[in-house]
């Protein structure tokens, strides 16, 4: 006989800056429309959604998050016990990119055991990628994949990316719960490393060209050398797939040059 497997309840919220098009994509994916006027949401919206992954029925619990700094002490309560989030970013807007790491300390102060933030599977949605961007693709996928999360391009008014990531989260939730309730590590897939990724951010948003090298003020030739050969080994261009490494590599050199002129 065929056995169908045991159905399984999850939950997953959505988390993000307001106005990032969180309830939309959730629309989009639920009820396959897309709505041009924006309707806030107050607190926290619930939805069910049935689905079946890998043979299994899926009871989906949706508990999509109100973006605004007002509604915090509503959201606070509904993020212990869960398993994933759907981490959206407005490309249009960089500082709904920037607040990405904000909301990841919200979470973490409110779940009750920080440490099971490891477990829980991040989707990273880039969002409104129908418009003009502020946003760069390579940065990203660097952001997510430094943290060892998925990424994803969407579009809540096209539609562009929003069932693919659905269906990798349930997938990826479904993986975790099989496995104990251990997420999965993603770095074997990437075909860089998270060091690679990590280099390459900092290259990009260090103020001085010290920090560019991981140096501390006051370094000397030797130190300089030691750390552009350390950094150059990851990131040389011909050796790294990772998005952006030809950027970083560039700015690496410069930031070397112009430190070994004011070295002793
Ligand atoms: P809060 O509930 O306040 O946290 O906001 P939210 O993140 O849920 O944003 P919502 O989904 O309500 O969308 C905000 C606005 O962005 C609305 O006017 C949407 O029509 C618009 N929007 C959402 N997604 C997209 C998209 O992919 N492309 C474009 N062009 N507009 C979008
Ligand atoms: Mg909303």
Not at 36 to 44: E, F, Q, S, V, W
Request: aromatic content about 8%; glycine content about 8%; proline content about 2%.
């Amino acid at each position: 006989m065929n056995k169908k497997k045991q159905s399984i309840r999850i939950k997953i919220i959505s988390m993000g800056n307001t106005e990032v098009g969180k309830s939309c994509i959730i629309k989009r994916y639920c009820e396959k429309r897309f709505v041009h006027k924006y309707l806030a949401t107050i607190g926290i919206d619930y939805g069910v959604t049935k689905v079946s992954v890998n043979d299994r029925d899926v009871k989906v619990n949706i508990f999509d998050m109100a973006g605004h700094p007002i509604f915090y002490e509503v959201r606070n309560e509904f993020y212990r016990d869960t398993q994933g989030v759907v981490l959206v970013y407005d490309v249009t807007n960089r500082a709904s990119f920037e607040a990405l790491e904000s909301w990841l300390s919200e979470m973490k102060a409110e779940i009750g055991n920080p440490s099971d933030m490891d477990n829980i599977v991040f989707i990273v949605c880039a969002n409104k990628t129908d418009q003009k961007r502020q946003v760069e693709e390579s940065d990203g996928r660097l952001w997510a994949d430094a943290k060892g999360f998925h990424y994803f391009e969407t579009s809540a008014q096209t539609g562009e990316g929003v069932n693919e990531m659905f269906q990798t989260m349930f997938e990826s939730v479904l993986a975790a719960v099989e496995n104990g309730g251990k997420r999965q590590p993603l770095g074997t897939q990437l075909g860089y490393t998270r060091e690679q990724a990590e280099a390459i951010q900092r290259l990009k948003a260090a103020r001085d060209n010290h920090e560019r090298l991981g140096l501390t003020n006051g370094a000397s030739k030797d130190e300089i050398n030691k750390a552009f050969r350390r950094l150059s080994v990851l990131l040389h261009p011909d050796k790294s797939v990772a998005p952006g490494s030809e950027e970083a590599f560039k700015i690496l050199v410069a930031a070397r040059t112009a430190l070994l002129k004011g070295s002793r």
